[in-house]
C-alpha cells in the first residue's frame, strides 16, 4: 500500500554520511564495511530503491544543520557560525535538485504537484521501479536562517515545513532535553512561518516552546517524528494534553521508529533493541493510547526518523529496511485496526493535511 513518511533525513545522509542513496540499503552498507567513523556505518536501512520497494512514494525530507552556541556542551553535529550551517544545508538541497534532474526524487510544493504525484503513486499500470520518490522540503531546527530574510528565500526554493528547534540551545528555540521559551528571534520566526504559509512542525520544541509556537502560530500544525510521553516518560515525546492540543488544531502525528522513544529504558548507542522487545509493532502501542484519546484514526501516521543518524542498531528488530514498513498492514490488522483505519495511517491522514493545509 502506499505511504507518506513524514519525516526522514535523506540529504544529511548523501552529504555528512556520505550515502549515494541512488544504490539500495544493502549495497551501501557493504560500501561501509569496515568504516568505524560513525556507529550507524554499515547498518543504513534507507535509500531510494527501498523507499520505492516499500511503496514509500512521498516523504517529508529534511535540511538540517546546527550551530554549536559557546554555551551548548552538546557533542558534535553542528556548526560555529549560522552561516556555515546555511552554506550545509543549500549543499543538501542542491543533491535533492541533482536527484530531481536524475528522475530519482520530485519536490511536491503545492496542491496540483501534490495530487499529480500521488495519482501516479496510486496507478497500479506503473511500475514502482519507475515512480520518483516525492519529497516535500522541511528544516528541521532554524538555526542555519542566517536571520529572517532566509526563510522567505527559502520559501522561494520549495521549503514547505519547518521545525524551530532541534537538539541545541537554539538560535531560534531551545530543543530536546532542554527547557525554557522561544527566543525573541523564535517568536518573530513563527510569525512569519504564518505569512508565508510554511507548516510548523511541533517535534523538537520544549514544553514552552510548545505552547508559545502554538499560541503565536495560526496556521496547520503536525508533530512530524514524535511518540507518546505517557509510554515513554521523557520531554521528547508528546504528553496527553499536547496531544490534545494539537488534535484541536487538526495536527497529524508521525510515529517515530527510534528505538529509544518507543520503549522506556532504552539507552541511545549503548541498548540492543532486541533486549527491550522492540518491532515495528511497539509504534501501535503509541498509535493506540492517541487512538484511545480521539476515539479514532484520523492523527497517526508514520514519521519514521529511519535515517536519523542511527540504523539497524537502534531500530525494531524486524526492520532490515525502510521497505519492511509495509509489515504494518499485517500488524494493524491483528491488532484489531480497519482496512479504512490502515489506509489513515499509511497515507489518508497525511495527504487530508496537506490537502487542507495547500487549499
Ligand atoms: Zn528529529
Redesign the pocket.
Given at each position: 500500500m502506499f505511504l507518506i513518511d513524514a519525516?526522514l533525513?535523506i540529504a544529511l545522509n548523501a552529504i555528512e554520511w556520505n550515502r549515494d542513496y541512488r544504490l539500495s540499503a544493502h549495497q551501501i552498507r557493504e560500501s561501509e564495511s569496515g568504516m568505524t567513523d560513525k556507529i550507524d556505518r554499515g547498518r543504513g536501512t534507507v535509500s531510494l530503491p527501498d523507499l520505492r520497494r516499500g511503496q514509500i512514494g512521498l516523504v517529508v525530507a529534511t535540511q538540517i544543520a546546527r550551530f554549536n552556541q559557546t554555551n551548548d556542551n552538546l557533542p558534535g553535529a553542528g556548526w560555529n557560525s549560522p552561516h556555515q550551517a546555511w552554506a550545509v544545508t543549500q549543499a543538501q538541497l542542491a543533491w535533492y535538485q541533482a536527484m530531481e534532474a536524475d528522475g530519482q526524487m520530485v519536490q511536491i510544493q503545492d496542491a496540483a504537484g501534490l495530487e499529480n504525484h500521488v495519482r501516479l503513486w496510486l496507478d497500479a499500470s506503473v511500475s514502482d521501479a519507475e515512480k520518483p520518490v516525492g519529497y516535500i522540503l522541511s528544516l528541521?531546527g532554524a538555526d542555519s536562517l542566517i536571520d529572517l530574510s532566509y526563510l522567505e528565500k527559502a520559501y522561494g526554493y520549495g521549503l514547505r515545513a519547518l521545525?524551530p528547534a532541534?537538539?541545541s540551545t537554539g538560535r531560534y528555540a531551545p530543543g530536546?532535553g532542554l527547557s525554557g521559551p522561544l527566543t525573541p528571534l523564535g517568536r518573530e520566526l513563527v510569525k512569519e512561518m504564518d505569512r508565508l504559509g510554511i507548516i510548523l512542525d511541533v517535534?523538537?520544541l520544549t514544553d514552552e516552546g510548545f505552547s508559545e509556537a502554538l499560541s503565536l502560530y495560526h496556521g496547520p500544525v503536525w508533530a512530524?517524528?514524535h511518540n507518546c510521553r505517557t509510554l515513554v516518560p521523557h520531554q521528547r515525546q508528546l504528553a496527553d494534553d499536547q496531544i490534545r492540543q494539537l488534535v484541536e488544531r487538526g495536527a497529524v502525528i508521525g510515529g517515530?521508529f527510534d528505538a529509544w522513544m518507543m520503549k522506556p529504558g532504552f539507552t541511545q548507542r549503548k541498548s540492543n533493541p532486541a533486549d527491550f522487545g522492540i518491532t515495528i509493532e511497539t509504534i501501535v502501542d503509541h498509535y493506540d493510547h492517541i487512538c484511545q484519546m480521539t476515539g479514532n484514526s484520523l492523527h497517526i501516521a508514520v514519521g519514521s526518523?529511519l535515517d536519523?543518524t542511527y540504523g539497524t542498531e537502534q531500530s525494531p528488530t524486524d526492520l532490515d529496511t525502510i521497505a519492511d514498513l509495509q509489515k504494518l498492514q499485517d500488524i494493524l490488522t491483528t491488532r484489531g485496526y480497519s482496512a479504512e483505519d490502515i489506509e489513515n495511517i499509511f497515507y489518508k491522514n497525511w495527504l487530508r493535511f496537506l490537502r487542507n493545509a495547500w487549499s
Open positions: 519525516h533525513d528541521e521545525g532541534h537538539y530536546t517535534t523538537h512530524s517524528h517515530c526518523d536519523g
